[in-house]
């Protein structure tokens, strides 16, 4: 039974019975249907009483539970003493979220005359603390919501004081000069706000002194600005707490956020969520939200109205809340800090991922401000330009195509099937070691080789640096679609990063750490719990082929596109640029830079950047420095 249903019947229809046990059974079916009419009431003073009559006092005690389901069972056969029946039933509630409630209430029946047996209807039919004019209502308590933390155990998304700031209709002065202000003091907070809705929520408001709310502000940006917007005419303040991360930026594309449930989310879980409840949006947060949630307390309590109208309750059943269970990730805060100054002021979207080489934890997952909605950085799908050539090279290490300083031609340009492949910036190095066609990015050296590469050289060596192999880290991503390298002008591209391949920076930061460890193993993000079907370790790579191409990797900062890392305090970087066309006869390219410094594997993707060593480079630059601090 899922609450009462309308009555189908009035007490015309009753049909007394000489048997207590076949009118107790029509009672709870009555109950059960919400047809009262086949059952005869009388009050406990022997008044008869209409089932509407009595539908309606039953409808009334119910009260918050109507949409709970109900099992209604007699015990046994009512048991007769003279005019008086009694039987034992018993009530099975299925409460909102699934919290079963039990327990057994009295059937009392009354035989007067030829009236055969009726129902003495009294609130304690329904529980036996209920009286005339009470309700049955739930209460609710939201269980704790648990943190999201990181790789040294400590919280990343955390119970963190904050500020609302609203203003109130009645208290302004002057609407038009005050969002000019509000406007300014939260651009100095690096806050961007669009106040036009809030002129329109203070047009609209009927009560004068509403509370209308503007932004929300983490408490140490609002102490910023404390002393210039208290000032300002027509604004207020309200002290809380909300689960945020440490700053407004930090992983918000892959941790998402922690807000008020939605319609939609309402809708999507009626019987876990209430208004109000804070809910993930977006991320690890959304994915793990029913974890991080807990489970809500309820009680049922009778309220009571006094004779002065106040209402007590009094609890008749409760179950306490289960706070929400912590997910732990690999982040650290620190490195996740200087990601997210490095990419800061890149105009362009862009994303860094960094990936410890020794244990393969992902460090820090950062989207520029442009695209910062956007888990671009994990799961965007972008071809990888010359950072490639890393792969490339390795598959044709592996198969003894190249050494370091064999040489191999890097004319102007190349022609494959009909299709001219040129460098960047026309380049021309004419014959020379293979060493410097990669510190140089020589695209027409790789259009050279592609032959001898082949597309299952392409394959082999992508797989073993874990490109298109399927990964489960606990989070969306994309580990790259590898070109089919099915036609030589296609292969062609492919040496160099262009054609049908596409790669996410996690994937690349991924390759890149399997190339400093000398083995792939997957990258790691959350541990607590820990993902299902992981993907297995690759082969130890040669040392024949890695330690080539690491000394190549290496020269393309000491002589080669990235020489502006030359100088990054620290261990020595080692590293490929890349600029990636992504679409055929257009100008824009992406750039690229994949690299490492001691423990630290890195990737960095500019989006219509150009070329990789001009905006890259420098996001590389400044993440590695600030580490190094």
């Not at 909605?373 to 330009?385: D, E, I, K, L, Y």
């Not at 000491?558 to 100008?587: I, N, R």
């Amino acid at each position: 039974m899922a609450g009462l249903l309308l009555l189908t019947g009035g007490i015309a229809a009753c049909s007394a019975s000489d048997d207590p046990g076949d009118t107790l059974d029509a009672f709870l079916k009555g109950w059960r249907t919400g047809d009262l009419s086949k059952t005869g009431f009388v009050t406990p003073d022997g008044s008869k009483i209409s089932a509407n009559d009595v539908y309606t006092q039953l409808h009334g005690l119910i009260g918050d539970l109507e949409k709970s389901s109900l099992l209604l069972s007699a015990q046994a056969k009512p048991k007769e003493t003279g005019e008086i029946a009694s039987a034992a039933v018993k009530l099975d509630w299925t409460l909102p979220g699934g919290t079963p409630w039990s327990y057994e209430s009295t059937v009392r029946l009354t035989k007067r005359d030829t009236d055969g047996w009726r129902v003495i209807w009294e609130p304690a039919v329904v529980h036996s603390e209920l009286t005339a004019g009470d309700r049955l209502e739930l209460r609710r308590r939201t269980a704790d919501r648990a943190d999201v933390l990181g790789g040294d155990g400590k919280p990343i998304v955390t119970h963190r004081p904050v500020v609302t700031v609203g203003v109130t209709p009645a208290k302004i002065t002057d609407q038009a000069a005050l969002f000019k202000e509000l406007g300014k003091l939260f651009k100095s907070i690096d806050v961007d706000i669009d106040l036009k809705n809030v002129g329109e929520r203070v047009k609209d408001a009927t009560d004068e002194n509403a509370f209308i709310d503007v932004i929300t502000l983490r408490r140490p940006d609002y102490d910023k600005i404390r002393t210039r917007i208290r000032a300002l005419d027509g604004t207020v303040f309200a002290e809380g707490e909300r689960n945020l991360a440490p700053s407004r930026p930090f992983a918000r594309a892959l941790l998402g956020t922690v807000d008020a449930a939605t319609r939609e989310d309402l809708d999507a879980n009626p019987d876990g969520l209430r208004e109000n409840d804070q809910v993930g949006h977006g991320g690890l947060l959304q994915r793990y939200d029913a974890q991080l949630r807990g489970t809500p307390g309820q009680s049922v309590v009778i309220a009571r109205r006094t004779p002065d109208e106040q209402v007590e309750d009094s609890q008749l059943f409760g179950i306490e809340p289960i706070a929400g269970k912590p997910i732990t990730t690999t982040l650290d805060i620190r490195t996740q800090n200087a990601a997210e100054a490095a990419v800061a002021k890149e105009k362009q979207p862009s994303a860094l991922v960094a990936v410890r080489i020794s244990d393969s934890s992902i460090l820090a997952v950062a989207n520029g401000p442009a695209g910062a909605a956007v888990n671009t950085a994990m799961t965007g799908q972008v071809p990888p330009g010359s950072t490639f050539k890393m792969v490339s090279t390795l598959g044709l290490l592996d198969k003894k195509a190249v050494t370091l300083d064999g040489e191999v031609d890097c004319p102007k340009t190349k022609k494959v099937s009909g299709r001219s492949f040129k460098n960047s910036h026309d380049m021309v190095l004419g014959s020379v070691p293979f060493r410097t066609d990669f510190a140089k990015s020589c695209n027409t050296a790789f259009v050279n080789l592609a032959p001898k590469l082949g597309a299952d050289g392409l394959r082999d060596a992508s797989a073993k640096l874990g490109l298109g192999v399927k990964w489960d880290l606990g989070a969306d991503a994309f580990t790259g679609t590898i070109s089919p390298a099915d036609s030589p002008t296609e292969l062609a591209a492919a040496t160099f990063g262009q054609g049908a391949t596409a790669v996410s920076p996690l994937a690349m930061a991924g390759a890149t750490a399997a190339v400093a460890r000398g083995r792939f193993v997957q990258p790691r993000l959350v541990t607590d719990p820990a993902p299902t079907a992981p993907a297995a370790e690759g082969p130890k790579l040669a040392e024949s082929s890695v330690q080539p191409l690491r000394t190549m990797m290496r020269a393309v900062v000491t002589d080669g596109t990235g020489t502006a890392l030359a100088d990054v305090p620290g261990k020595p970087v080692s590293g490929k640029t890349g600029t990636a066309e992504f679409k055929d006869g257009e100008q824009e390219t992406h750039a690229w830079f994949v690299g490492w410094q001691g423990d630290i594997a890195v990737a960095v993707m500019v989006q219509k950047g150009g070329a990789g060593a001009e905006a890259a480079v420098p996001i590389a630059e400044r993440f590695l420095t600030a580490l190094n601090k």
